[in-house]
């Protein structure tokens, strides 16, 4: 039954959306959505499982891409008002927030709610695992085979082959 579901939601969400292109099946699980703006575009690889509850967000011409073999957390939310790109082989855990933008806040005078955003992009490579409760935010990058420890906030880039966390990030350990 529950692989009946999987089908249901993968051709209604996925397959005869415009916005939404795939190259093989994508498993959505309970409650998880994709909600895309439009000139907006999520384009998802092989072997991509979306877990439950969590959002992907594509807003106003943003794009969302989604390498091969790539799963999220359940509770995930991915939210682009420019470009996210995730590699192929990228394990997050529960609770990862990704983001490309954030408020300014340089006129006092005016709400920051109110004040234009800030707008970046964010491109976590190839072979990675994101652990849980993890932010990355505007302009950041993750290099391939790399590690991204529990709890940490990446705001900024980091190479290939390391293993980084803590609030802001920085390198634990260079992996050889």
Known sequence: MKKILYLIRYILYIKFNTKIQSTGFVLLQKNARVIVEKKGKVIFGKNIVIKESTIVYAKENS?????????????????ANNSIEIGNDVIMGAYTYITDSNHSYENENLPIRKQPMNIGKVK????????RNVMLLKDCEIGSNSIVGAGSIVSEKFDDNLVIGGNPASIIKVKE
Do not use: C, L, M
């Open 124 to 131: 976590i490579k190839n072979n990675i695992w994101i652990g």
């Open 63 to 79: 794009k969302i891409i989604f390498g091969n073999n790539t799963s999220t957390g359940h509770h995930t939310e991915i939210s």
